[in-house]
Protein backbone atom coordinates (compact mmCIF):
# COMPACT_ATOMS: atom_id res chain seq x y z
CA UNK A 1 0.00 0.00 0.00
CA UNK A 2 1.31 3.92 -1.26
CA UNK A 3 0.71 6.20 1.97
CA UNK A 4 0.93 9.70 1.26
CA UNK A 5 1.43 11.64 4.85
CA UNK A 6 0.04 14.85 4.28
CA UNK A 7 0.04 17.29 7.54
CA UNK A 8 -3.36 18.11 9.14
CA UNK A 9 -2.18 21.42 9.82
CA UNK A 10 -2.05 22.97 6.36
CA UNK A 11 -4.10 25.62 5.88
CA UNK A 12 -5.85 26.26 2.58
CA UNK A 13 -9.24 28.16 1.70
CA UNK A 14 -9.44 25.36 -1.30
CA UNK A 15 -12.82 24.08 -1.32
CA UNK A 16 -11.91 20.49 -0.63
CA UNK A 17 -10.04 22.11 2.27
CA UNK A 18 -9.60 19.34 4.82
CA UNK A 19 -11.74 16.81 3.26
CA UNK A 20 -10.01 13.01 3.38
CA UNK A 21 -10.07 11.05 0.10
CA UNK A 22 -8.73 7.41 -0.19
CA UNK A 23 -7.87 6.60 -3.94
CA UNK A 24 -8.12 2.67 -4.29
CA UNK A 25 -6.57 1.99 -7.61
CA UNK A 26 -3.67 -0.61 -8.60
CA UNK A 27 -2.49 1.57 -11.68
CA UNK A 28 0.37 3.81 -10.19
CA UNK A 29 -0.26 6.44 -13.14
CA UNK A 30 -4.14 6.58 -12.56
CA UNK A 31 -3.67 7.10 -8.52
CA UNK A 32 -0.91 9.76 -9.07
CA UNK A 33 -3.20 11.86 -11.85
CA UNK A 34 -6.07 11.48 -9.06
CA UNK A 35 -3.73 12.39 -5.76
CA UNK A 36 -2.05 15.02 -8.03
CA UNK A 37 -5.54 16.80 -9.20
CA UNK A 38 -7.25 16.22 -5.41
CA UNK A 39 -4.55 17.43 -4.05
CA UNK A 40 -4.25 20.72 -6.04
CA UNK A 41 -7.90 21.65 -4.91
CA UNK A 42 -7.13 21.03 -1.19
CA UNK A 43 -8.06 17.77 -0.36
CA UNK A 44 -5.84 15.30 2.06
CA UNK A 45 -5.35 12.17 0.17
CA UNK A 46 -4.42 8.64 0.95
CA UNK A 47 -3.87 5.44 -2.04
CA UNK A 48 -4.02 2.06 -1.23
CA UNK A 49 -3.28 -0.49 -3.88
CA UNK A 50 -5.59 -3.46 -2.75
CA UNK A 51 -8.75 -5.04 -1.60
CA UNK A 52 -7.40 -5.76 2.16
CA UNK A 53 -5.09 -2.42 2.28
CA UNK A 54 -7.88 0.07 1.08
CA UNK A 55 -10.26 -1.68 3.74
CA UNK A 56 -7.49 -1.27 6.42
CA UNK A 57 -6.86 1.75 5.66
CA UNK A 58 -10.47 2.92 5.48
CA UNK A 59 -11.41 1.89 9.15
CA UNK A 60 -8.45 3.76 10.40
CA UNK A 61 -8.17 7.12 8.06
CA UNK A 62 -11.76 7.38 8.73
CA UNK A 63 -11.82 9.18 4.72
CA UNK A 64 -14.91 11.32 3.68
CA UNK A 65 -15.45 9.63 0.19
CA UNK A 66 -13.76 6.80 -1.55
CA UNK A 67 -12.87 6.52 -5.24
CA UNK A 68 -12.61 3.05 -5.20
CA UNK A 69 -11.74 0.71 -8.47
CA UNK A 70 -13.45 -2.75 -8.73
CA UNK A 71 -10.54 -4.74 -10.23
CA UNK A 72 -8.12 -4.95 -7.58
CA UNK A 73 -5.78 -7.71 -6.18
CA UNK A 74 -6.83 -9.50 -2.95
CA UNK A 75 -10.27 -9.14 -3.37
CA UNK A 76 -12.24 -6.57 -5.22
CA UNK A 77 -13.94 -2.96 -5.30
CA UNK A 78 -17.40 -4.39 -4.65
CA UNK A 79 -15.88 -6.28 -1.44
CA UNK A 80 -13.87 -3.39 -0.37
CA UNK A 81 -17.41 -1.07 -0.41
CA UNK A 82 -19.40 -4.04 1.38
CA UNK A 83 -17.15 -4.46 3.77
CA UNK A 84 -15.97 -0.58 4.07
CA UNK A 85 -20.17 0.32 4.01
CA UNK A 86 -20.42 -1.61 6.95
CA UNK A 87 -18.17 -0.21 9.19
CA UNK A 88 -19.45 3.39 8.59
CA UNK A 89 -21.05 4.97 5.59
CA UNK A 90 -19.33 6.53 3.44
CA UNK A 91 -19.54 8.00 -0.48
CA UNK A 92 -17.96 5.74 -2.87
CA UNK A 93 -17.23 6.79 -5.94
CA UNK A 94 -16.56 3.90 -8.67
CA UNK A 95 -13.99 3.15 -11.66
CA UNK A 96 -14.78 0.65 -13.86
CA UNK A 97 -12.34 -0.49 -17.03
CA UNK A 98 -15.89 -2.14 -18.71
CA UNK A 99 -18.53 -0.15 -19.73
CA UNK A 100 -20.41 -3.05 -18.14
CA UNK A 101 -24.00 -1.99 -17.35
CA UNK A 102 -24.04 -4.94 -14.71
CA UNK A 103 -20.72 -4.00 -13.22
CA UNK A 104 -22.55 -0.61 -12.97
CA UNK A 105 -25.70 -2.05 -11.05
CA UNK A 106 -23.74 -4.17 -9.08
CA UNK A 107 -21.53 -1.35 -7.60
CA UNK A 108 -24.65 1.15 -6.67
CA UNK A 109 -26.33 -2.58 -5.41
CA UNK A 110 -23.65 -2.81 -2.62
CA UNK A 111 -23.52 1.06 -1.72
CA UNK A 112 -21.49 2.86 -4.48
CA UNK A 113 -22.95 6.51 -4.98
CA UNK A 114 -21.69 7.31 -8.14
CA UNK A 115 -19.43 5.66 -11.12
CA UNK A 116 -17.07 6.84 -13.74
CA UNK A 117 -15.96 4.65 -16.83
CA UNK A 118 -12.45 4.60 -17.77
CA UNK A 119 -10.87 6.44 -19.42
CA UNK A 120 -12.33 9.81 -17.98
CA UNK A 121 -11.65 12.87 -17.55
CA UNK A 122 -9.44 14.04 -14.41
CA UNK A 123 -11.88 17.61 -14.25
CA UNK A 124 -14.47 15.47 -14.02
CA UNK A 125 -13.44 12.92 -11.37
CA UNK A 126 -12.77 16.04 -9.46
CA UNK A 127 -16.21 18.14 -9.87
CA UNK A 128 -17.98 14.59 -8.92
CA UNK A 129 -16.00 14.34 -6.08
CA UNK A 130 -16.98 17.92 -5.06
CA UNK A 131 -20.91 17.06 -5.83
CA UNK A 132 -20.74 13.83 -3.68
CA UNK A 133 -19.80 15.50 -0.76
CA UNK A 134 -21.64 19.34 -1.34
CA UNK A 135 -24.28 16.13 -1.17
CA UNK A 136 -23.27 14.56 2.14
CA UNK A 137 -23.63 17.92 3.67
CA UNK A 138 -26.92 18.69 2.34
CA UNK A 139 -28.16 15.26 3.38
CA UNK A 140 -26.07 16.30 7.23
CA UNK A 141 -28.44 19.55 7.29
CA UNK A 142 -31.59 18.34 6.45
CA UNK A 143 -31.13 15.97 9.55
CA UNK A 144 -30.88 18.57 11.77
CA UNK A 145 -33.94 20.74 10.16
CA UNK A 146 -36.38 18.04 8.73
CA UNK A 147 -39.18 18.58 6.87
CA UNK A 148 -42.29 17.59 9.21
CA UNK A 149 -44.66 15.03 7.87
CA UNK A 150 -44.42 11.31 6.08
CA UNK A 151 -45.55 11.19 2.43
CA UNK A 152 -47.56 8.46 1.19
CA UNK A 153 -47.66 7.72 -2.12
CA UNK A 154 -49.99 4.43 -2.12
CA UNK A 155 -47.68 2.14 -0.41
CA UNK A 156 -44.54 3.85 -0.79
CA UNK A 157 -43.69 5.80 2.65
CA UNK A 158 -41.07 8.72 2.72
CA UNK A 159 -39.65 9.95 6.21
CA UNK A 160 -37.56 13.48 4.99
CA UNK A 161 -37.04 13.18 9.27
CA UNK A 162 -35.11 9.78 9.13
CA UNK A 163 -34.74 9.23 5.27
CA UNK A 164 -36.23 6.13 5.63
CA UNK A 165 -38.54 4.36 3.33
CA UNK A 166 -40.98 1.80 3.11
CA UNK A 167 -42.87 -0.35 0.53
CA UNK A 168 -45.95 -1.79 2.06
CA UNK A 169 -44.99 -1.26 5.57
CA UNK A 170 -41.18 -2.31 5.01
CA UNK A 171 -38.14 -0.93 5.17
CA UNK A 172 -36.09 -0.69 2.23
CA UNK A 173 -32.58 0.71 2.27
CA UNK A 174 -31.28 3.03 -0.18
CA UNK A 175 -28.25 5.07 -0.93
CA UNK A 176 -27.69 8.35 -0.16
CA UNK A 177 -28.37 9.39 -3.78
CA UNK A 178 -31.16 7.01 -4.37
CA UNK A 179 -33.17 8.49 -1.54
CA UNK A 180 -32.21 11.91 -3.01
CA UNK A 181 -33.61 10.59 -6.64
CA UNK A 182 -36.88 9.02 -5.21
CA UNK A 183 -37.44 12.33 -3.38
CA UNK A 184 -36.73 14.50 -6.36
CA UNK A 185 -39.20 12.31 -8.12
CA UNK A 186 -41.49 12.58 -5.32
CA UNK A 187 -41.99 16.15 -5.18
CA UNK A 188 -43.67 16.22 -8.46
CA UNK A 189 -45.50 13.00 -8.60
CA UNK A 190 -46.51 11.75 -11.95
CA UNK A 191 -44.21 14.82 -13.69
CA UNK A 192 -42.11 13.75 -16.03
CA UNK A 193 -38.49 14.60 -14.95
CA UNK A 194 -35.82 14.68 -17.82
CA UNK A 195 -32.75 13.00 -17.19
CA UNK A 196 -30.82 16.25 -17.38
CA UNK A 197 -33.48 17.55 -14.73
CA UNK A 198 -32.84 15.02 -12.55
CA UNK A 199 -29.18 14.99 -13.16
CA UNK A 200 -28.79 18.59 -11.97
CA UNK A 201 -31.11 18.58 -9.18
CA UNK A 202 -29.32 15.37 -7.49
CA UNK A 203 -26.12 15.51 -8.55
CA UNK A 204 -25.07 19.39 -9.29
CA UNK A 205 -23.92 18.18 -12.48
CA UNK A 206 -24.95 19.74 -15.43
CA UNK A 207 -23.30 17.67 -18.38
CA UNK A 208 -25.42 15.71 -20.70
CA UNK A 209 -22.67 13.04 -20.55
CA UNK A 210 -23.57 12.08 -17.30
CA UNK A 211 -27.20 10.88 -17.96
CA UNK A 212 -26.36 6.96 -17.76
CA UNK A 213 -25.50 7.67 -14.31
CA UNK A 214 -28.93 9.17 -14.04
CA UNK A 215 -30.43 5.52 -15.86
CA UNK A 216 -28.28 3.25 -13.91
CA UNK A 217 -29.55 4.74 -10.59
CA UNK A 218 -32.95 4.67 -11.68
CA UNK A 219 -33.08 0.80 -12.31
CA UNK A 220 -31.01 0.12 -8.94
CA UNK A 221 -33.92 2.22 -7.24
CA UNK A 222 -36.48 0.29 -9.39
CA UNK A 223 -35.17 -2.79 -7.84
CA UNK A 224 -35.77 -2.33 -4.37
CA UNK A 225 -39.41 -0.21 -4.59
CA UNK A 226 -40.59 -1.87 -7.85
CA UNK A 227 -40.39 -1.20 -11.44
CA UNK A 228 -43.73 -0.55 -11.36
CA UNK A 229 -43.35 2.32 -9.80
CA UNK A 230 -41.03 4.15 -11.78
CA UNK A 231 -42.81 4.98 -15.33
CA UNK A 232 -39.79 5.68 -18.12
CA UNK A 233 -40.78 8.52 -21.43
CA UNK A 234 -38.56 7.12 -23.75
CA UNK A 235 -36.41 10.03 -25.22
CA UNK A 236 -37.17 12.41 -22.42
CA UNK A 237 -37.09 10.90 -19.09
CA UNK A 238 -38.56 9.57 -15.74
CA UNK A 239 -42.14 9.81 -13.51
CA UNK A 240 -43.25 8.98 -10.10
CA UNK A 241 -46.50 7.18 -10.57
CA UNK A 242 -48.78 7.25 -8.20
CA UNK A 243 -52.09 5.63 -7.41
CA UNK A 244 -55.48 6.87 -9.03
CA UNK A 245 -57.68 9.12 -6.40
Not at 149 to 173: C, F, N, T
Request: hydrophobic share 40%; aromatic share 4%; glycine share 6%.
Amino acid sequence: MEQTHTSHNTTTTAPGAQRRVLVVEDDPTIVDAIATRLRAEGFLVQTAQDGPSAVDTAEAWQPDLLILDIMLPGFDGLEVCRRVQAQRPVPVLMLTARDDETDMLVGLGVGADDYMTKPFSIRELAARVHVLLRRVERAALAATTPRSGILRLGELEIDHAQRRVRVRSEDVHLTPTEFDLLVCLANTPRAVLSREQLLAEVWDWADASGTRTVDSHIKALRRKIGAERIRTVHGVGYALETPTP
